[in-house]
């Protein structure tokens, strides 16, 4: 207002009416005059960056992942800085719900199969867990289930199948197609531990006999303990929240199409795992096969 008015009323005079002091309104003059300052500047090239890269991960990433990627391009930058630059800027990352309906079936007269993993899902060398379970996926033409398969050191998804029905043939797909995929670098499949919750599927007699084919050993937690599966059901939320709620999708063939790509293209090679030291699961893998070679 001193500034517009300057010309008419006398800086003093309106200075005195506005209670401020004539020498902060000429401080303020010549700052605005000489133009922002280092900090300033730096400031703005920060939240620049930050909202590209927020927006190259389709609004889902946070200060954690956003700050590895500031890094990875050459900036020194603490995730407490990125955090409040987004906050003052209105930038946000997506949070998981904690909420989702119960699609185990408990078969009523299971066989006996132990818990091999105790929770510890991560045993440090690939191919030593693999955790599976099934969800489902709301389409224009009913429910769409899906069946995954991660291995639990490197959180990579490693197969998967779709089914319009809860039926174990999803489970033997994913599994067979987990299996097929490892290439030989990674160790061999034989023995792996197949953990899954207590679904009919999981305890059926027809998924037994696909895994004495295949030479990998069944584990399932206890009856309605998310925790024993608890990493499986991490990844469903990640699925979830970041890409598939946010979207419609009007038939079986549009969701398949749009979450193999989001696997692939997204989960498995972009997306930033912050128990993966932020790297992608196929970029944990990489380095690990190499290190394995350059030691042999």
Known sequence: MIDAQKATFPIARMAQLLGVSRSGYYAWAQRRAT????????????VSKIEAAHEASDGVNGAPRITADLREAGEVISVKTTAKLMRQNGIRGISPRPWRPVTTIVDPNPHTIPDLVGRRF?????????????????????????????DGCSRRVLGYAFSDSLHTDVVE?????AVAFRAPGTGATAGV???ADRGCQYTSAQLARVAGDLEVRLSVGRTGVCYDNA???????????????RHEFATHA???HAVSSWIETV??????????????????????????????
């Open 231 to 245: 990493q499986q059901e991490s990844f469903w939320s990640t699925l979830k929240t970041e890409f598939y709620t």
């Open 35 to 46: 133009g922002p300052g280092p900090r300033e500047v730096r400031r703005r090239e920060l």
């Open 267 to 296: 989960y498995n090679r972009r997306r930033r795992h912050s128990t993966l030291g932020q790297i992608s699961p196929v970029t944990f893998e990489h380095r690990i096969t190499t290190a394995a070679a350059e030691a042999a």
């Open 193 to 195: 531990i197949f953990h």
């Open 122 to 150: 991560d045993q440090g060398v690939l191919n030593t867990v693999w955790t599976s379970d099934i969800t489902y996926l709301a389409t224009g033409q009913g429910w769409l289930y899906l069946c995954a398969v991660r």
């Open 254 to 256: 549009e969701a398949i």
């Open 173 to 177: 797909d994913a599994l067979r197609r």
